[in-house]
C-alpha cells in the first residue's frame, strides 16, 4: 500500500486560488493560491490525515472512483499518494534498535568497515518492499 489515489474536489475561492476537499476523508481539507500550490498542499493535507489514521489504529479508506463522486461546484482531480515518501520526508527520526548477531560474522563485518545502521536498512525497506 504504497502509492494510493483519491480524488479531490478542487472549489474556485472567492478570494482567488483554491481549496480542495477529499469526499472520502471529510475532514481532510486544504487550500492553494493556484492549481500547483493547491495540489501540492493538498497531497501533503492528504498525507497528514492518512498518517493521522494509521497511528490511530484506523483503517485507510479505499478511494472512491471518480464516476462515485458529485464535484457539486467544482471539479474533480485525482490525488496521487505515495505513502513512503511521505514516510522518508517526514518521519524518518532515527530510532535506536539493539540486535544480536553471531561473534564471528560481527567480526567479518567489522573487519570490512561495514556499516551495520545502513545494511539494516537497506535490507528492512527490501524486506517491506519500500
Not at 56 to 68: F, R
Not at 122 to 128: D, G, R
Request: with cysteine; proline share 5%; glycine share 6%.
Amino acid at each position: 500500500m504504497s502509492r494510493l489515489f483519491y480524488p479531490a474536489v478542487f472549489h474556485k475561492a472567492e478570494e482567488g486560488g483554491f481549496w480542495v476537499s477529499f469526499p472520502d476523508i471529510p475532514e481532510c481539507l486544504s487550500q492553494g493560491d493556484d492549481m500547483q500550490q493547491a495540489y501540492e498542499m493538498a497531497t501533503e493535507a492528504l498525507g497528514l490525515s492518512l498518517t493521522t489514521m494509521e497511528e490511530a489504529g484506523e483503517e485507510i479508506p479505499k478511494g472512491s472512483t471518480p464516476e462515485e463522486i458529485d464535484t457539486e461546484d467544482g471539479f474533480l482531480v485525482v490525488v496521487e499518494f505515495d505513502m513512503a515518501e511521505y514516510r522518508r520526508k517526514h518521519c524518518s527520526r532515527a530510532v535506536k534498535k539493539t540486535l544480536s548477531i553471531p561473534e564471528w560474522l560481527n567480526e567479518a563485518a567489522m573487519r570490512q568497515n561495514i556499516n551495520f545502521s545502513q545494511v539494516l536498512q537497506e535490507a528492512l525497506m527490501q524486506k517491506v518492499k519500500m
